[in-house]
């Protein structure tokens, strides 16, 4: 199993003129009059507990009176245009139960819990700060992976919806001890699948704490769907290990459970299925993909010597002198996206 060293700081990347461009033709752009810098004014907080009492490293924050209620007016709306195109009909039905600021990671996202206060459902969204490593990696994952990201941008600030899952390590603590032999091999498999999906798309970080596992009951048994949450490290490593969940050791029980379950034959053929239906998810989205990877090769992601690093890394594991040639990150991820679609057969999973 190899080892990482902990993650250093990551630069925070604005949106240019490029990007801002796309968002706006693919309906990414959004007004509103609260914006992330305008939630840091709280007045306190409260750390918030876990159902065993352990520190979430959220904080539960307040504001004035009088912001309070501008602050929850213009949430209520960010709710509406996420969910329902601004739609705000029904918006004195929605309550703003509380607003959680988290320090910890690169994004501190605000997340907010909306609650319909006529039958008491509730949703939860966050707000970060916009960063092009971050709408790069929410775009790529809805057009690359089998999910749909529901996220909007306006000038300087994300607003993500919640992704619905078991946090990986919250899952390996507590649920994986209650899956049967067959389940856990159903979980092998959607791993592999998961971090060939990763790799291809050059989405780093993806320890357990960083993706959710989605149990789904089927008429006769329960699957899992392994989903990534945090994208905060899209196409800024260097090390190309990084972009590789099975090499982390946070992730050694799911890694485990492939090399226990799966042969080599069924690893190959489940990369092979992912590669597959991965080049039709990218034909069916050729334009937006085109348009995608404009963006990224304008907008600058990671430091030069990671760019070096990645293209030489690649090249030492496909051959291929396109990334040699790669001048940016939005470079190394176009050449790969191009290898893969001319040679998708090929092992990675080593």
Same mark, same amino acid.
């Given at each position: 199993?190899?080892?990482?060293?902990?993650?250093?700081?990551?630069?925070?990347?604005?949106?240019?003129?490029?990007?801002?461009?796309?968002?706006?033709?693919?309906?990414?752009?959004?007004?509103?009059?609260?914006?992330?810098?305008?939630?840091?004014?709280?007045?306190?907080?409260?750390?918030?507990?876990?159902?065993?009492?352990?520190?979430?490293?959220?904080?539960?924050?307040?504001?004035?009176?009088?912001?309070?209620?501008?602050?929850?007016?213009?949430?209520?709306?960010?709710?509406?245009?996420?969910?329902?195109?601004?739609?705000?009909?029904?918006?004195?039905? #929605?309550?703003?139960?509380?607003?959680?600021?988290?320090?910890?990671?690169?994004?501190?996202?605000?997340?907010?819990?909306?609650?319909?206060?006529?039958?008491?459902?509730?949703?939860?969204?966050?707000?970060?700060?916009?960063?092009?490593?971050?709408?790069?990696?929410?775009?790529?994952?809805?057009? #690359?992976?089998?999910?749909?990201?529901?996220?909007?941008?306006?000038?300087?600030?994300? !607003?993500?919806?919640?992704?619905?899952?078991?946090?990986?390590?919250?899952?390996?603590?507590?649920? !994986?001890?209650?899956?049967?032999?067959?389940?856990?091999?159903?979980?092998?498999?959607?791993?592999?699948?998961?971090?060939?999906?990763?790799? !291809?798309?050059?989405?780093?970080?993806?320890?357990?704490?960083?993706?959710?596992?989605? =149990?789904?009951?089927?008429?006769?048994?329960?699957?899992?769907?392994?989903?990534? !949450?945090?994208?905060?490290?899209?196409?800024?490593?260097?090390?190309?290990?990084?972009?590789? =969940?099975?090499?982390?050791?946070?992730?050694? =029980?799911?890694?485990?459970?492939?090399?226990?379950?799966?042969?080599?034959?069924?690893?190959?053929?489940?990369?092979?299925?992912?590669?597959?239906?991965?080049?039709?998810?990218?034909?069916?989205?050729?334009?937006?993909?085109?348009? #995608?990877?404009?963006?990224?090769?304008?907008?600058?992601?990671?430091?030069?010597?990671?760019?070096?690093?990645?293209?030489?890394?690649?090249?030492?594991?496909?051959?291929?002198?396109?990334?040699?040639?790669?001048?940016?990150?939005?470079?190394?991820?176009?050449?790969?996206?191009?290898?893969?679609?001319?040679?998708?057969?090929?092992?990675?999973?080593?």
């Amino acid at each position: 199993m190899n080892d990482t060293k902990p993650q250093l700081k990551k630069q925070h990347y604005p949106i240019n003129n490029q990007l801002k461009s796309y968002l706006e033709k693919y309906k990414r752009l959004t007004k509103t009059n609260v914006c992330y810098d305008d939630l840091l004014r709280f007045q306190g907080g409260i750390s918030v507990y876990d159902k065993n009492n352990n520190d979430t490293l959220w904080n539960r924050v307040y504001y004035n009176e009088f912001e309070k209620k501008e602050i929850d007016l213009s949430l209520k709306k960010i709710y509406t245009h996420l969910h329902s195109d601004g739609n705000e009909s029904n918006i004195q039905f #929605l309550n703003v139960d509380y607003i959680d600021f988290c320090t910890f990671g690169n994004s501190q996202p605000f997340r907010v819990k909306i609650r319909n206060i006529l039958n008491d459902n509730y949703t939860h969204f966050y707000i970060k700060k916009a960063d092009a490593s971050r709408v790069f990696g929410l775009e790529l994952e809805h057009i #690359l992976s089998p999910n749909r990201i529901n996220f909007i941008v306006f000038e300087d600030t994300l !607003i993500e919806e919640h992704i619905l899952g078991i946090p990986g390590d919250v899952f390996l603590q507590e649920n !994986i001890k209650n899956c049967n032999e067959h389940e856990k091999a159903q979980i092998a498999k959607e791993f592999v699948k998961f971090n060939e999906r990763c790799m !291809i798309g050059l989405l780093g970080d993806m320890r357990s704490y960083n993706f959710v596992i989605i =149990p789904i009951y089927d008429f006769d048994q329960r699957v899992f769907k392994i989903r990534a !949450i945090d994208f905060d490290q899209q196409c800024y490593e260097g090390s190309f290990k990084k972009y590789k =969940p099975h090499l982390f050791k946070e992730n050694y =029980p799911f890694n485990k459970l492939v090399k226990e379950k799966l042969n080599k034959n069924a690893i190959e053929q489940y990369q092979n299925e992912e590669r597959s239906i991965l080049v039709k998810r990218l034909l069916d989205s050729e334009k937006r993909v085109q348009d #995608l990877l404009l963006a990224m090769k304008s907008t600058p992601l990671a430091p030069i010597e990671h760019i070096n690093q990645l293209k030489a890394e690649v090249y030492q594991f496909t051959l291929d002198l396109g990334f040699k040639k790669a001048k940016s990150m939005g470079e190394i991820v176009e050449v790969a996206l191009n290898f893969m679609k001319r040679n998708f057969r090929k092992n990675s999973y080593e």
